[in-house]
């Protein structure tokens, strides 16, 4: 075998030829659609009179729009029926599998390809969805795509598309007690910055991934996005296999086998070489939490807001706009900001392992007086695991409310809301201005058992003094 990284070698075998530009014509394995990105892209279809090439690698699922309350239909949001009825219809006239409310596998398109088994090893993901990266975690090749490229891709199941670049980010060592996948990832973006990784796909190495799970693996690679990567992956692994062995879509008896060697042999060489390499010591990180209005600008809960002489010339000017829109003085520590609204769910933090170590901080104790405090599971399998452990019971009894799944507030594009300049300790990915549903809204981004500690103290907390 060739010395290559796993970018290398999945991008080599799924490439169909090179377009007259000199872009690449990569084959697409598994093509996720949701009800945003999707209907313009039938729409298109539909104009030119073209047909979906292999509606089999095409899945469906509705996750934005979803109401997490009253899910009732024809929904009480005018617009949100009829994206949902868009989506109901082309993939009923396309012959493409929906994944619908109440179907037991619907959720959060990122959430709910993985528990079923459908991102493997060694394919190509795209879905019109920036977060698509988080799919790298099985060491799957996986873009976040625009909406004509989700046309391209129903038409002719391929992308055209420039290589990228490898930059091998190794995290070695293992994460002190209240230190979560989140955190690492957060702290890698705050230090090589929300562009850094433009031009490159991000392969996480070393002895922290690991160690991880696949959700926390899944955590870490959900946010390349937000480091400037345009995917991120981590190398398959007995943890891979052992995740995927035995879900639906899992390859089964003799098929297994020859999958993971197949899986195995898209690994990464010793001897690849990558266009970058950046080195962390996991003990170094602590609970990262955000302070501005970008996912790297983050810092220690147990530090202050930065000062702009603290910072690199080049992000005083962000620094400045941040402290204005945030009402956070430059100097100020961190710990002790007051919150109004908690949120624990999203496709970076909605899956099973999140909630469950939410719910360790939350059992026992009492959300503070006057936060809005929910939980909302990634999807409907996440949600029927935590209720079969009695998760559920533990958020209520400690006054966190308990909804289904859905994106809910890490984009706001259904009912859930911040009001005016509410200020949200939220285990998504995003903190941009309005992000959350409010244009003066205010978010600070964290791992799911800090904002179960802010929920219960009211203000940002180190979640390692309620260990
Ligand atoms: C709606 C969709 C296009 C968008 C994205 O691509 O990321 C959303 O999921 C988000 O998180 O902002
Ligand atoms: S949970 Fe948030 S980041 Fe993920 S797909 Fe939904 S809106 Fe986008």
Redesign the pocket.
């Known amino acids: 075998m060739s010395k290559g990284t796993l970018f290398d070698k999945v991008w080599d075998s799924h490439t169909v030829g090179t377009l007259l530009q000199g872009q690449t014509q990569l084959f697409i394995g598994l093509h996720l659609i949701?009800e945003?990105?999707s209907p313009q892209a039938f729409a298109m279809l539909r104009d030119r009179n073209l047909k979906v090439l292999f509606p089999s690698r095409t899945v469906a699922t509705v996750?934005?729009i979803v109401p997490t309350e009253n899910q009732a239909r024809p929904f009480v949001d005018t617009l949100a029926e009829e994206m949902m009825q868009a989506l109901e219809q082309n993939c009923q006239e396309n012959n493409i599998t929906f994944y619908n409310i109440g179907c037991g596998n619907q959720g959060i398109v990122h959430v709910i390809a993985p528990e079923q088994g459908l991102t493997q090893p060694g394919m190509t993901i795209a879905c019109?969805?920036?977060?698509?990266s988080t799919h790298g975690a099985f060491g799957a090749i996986a873009f976040?795509i625009g909406t004509s490229q989700v046309r391209d891709v129903l038409a002719s199941q391929t992308l055209a598309m420039n290589k990228l670049k490898v930059r091998k980010i190794e995290v070695n060592g293992t994460l002190k007690p209240g230190v979560y996948a989140k955190d690492v990832i957060l702290h890698i973006i705050r230090t090589l910055g929300v562009k850094g990784g433009v031009g490159y796909a991000y392969e996480f190495a070393g002895s922290t991934f690991e160690q991880m799970n696949m959700e926390e693996r899944m955590t870490v690679c959900n946010m390349s996005?937000e480091g400037g990567a345009r995917c991120g992956y981590i190398n398959p692994d007995q943890v891979t296999y052992q995740y995927l062995k035995g879900r639906d879509f899992a390859p089964k008896d003799a098929d297994w086998d020859k999958a993971v060697a197949w899986w195995e042999s898209n690994r990464s060489d010793a001897d690849a070489e990558y266009d970058d390499v950046v080195t962390f010591d996991a003990g170094e990180i602590p609970p990262t939490v955000t302070w501005g209005i970008t996912p790297g600008q983050g810092i220690g809960v147990n530090q202050a807001v930065p000062t702009p002489d603290e910072l690199p010339a080049g992000d005083r000017t962000l620094a400045q706009e941040a402290y204005r829109y945030m009402d956070l003085a430059p100097g100020q520590p961190i710990q002790g900001t007051k919150v109004d609204v908690c949120f624990i769910g999203s496709?970076t933090n909605g899956r099973i392992s999140d909630l469950r170590e939410a719910a360790k901080i939350a059992q026992g104790h009492h959300v503070a007086e006057g936060i809005k405090a929910f939980v909302v599971p990634g999807s409907e399998r996440v949600k029927k695991q935590a209720e079969a452990e009695g998760l559920d019971k533990i958020f209520t009894e400690a006054g966190f409310e308990w909804r289904e799944a859905g994106?809910s507030m890490?984009?706001a594009?259904n009912s859930d809301k911040l009001e005016g300049r509410q200020i949200s300790a939220s285990s998504?990915?995003?903190n941009f201005k309005g992000?959350q549903g409010s244009s003066s809204g205010r978010t600070l981004l964290m791992s799911p058992a800090m904002v179960a500690a802010a929920a219960l103290k009211g203000e940002v907390f180190d979640v390692r003094e309620l260990l």
């Open positions: 949701h945003v990105t996750d934005h019109g969805d920036s977060h698509t976040g996005i496709c994106c890490c984009l594009m998504s990915n995003r992000r």
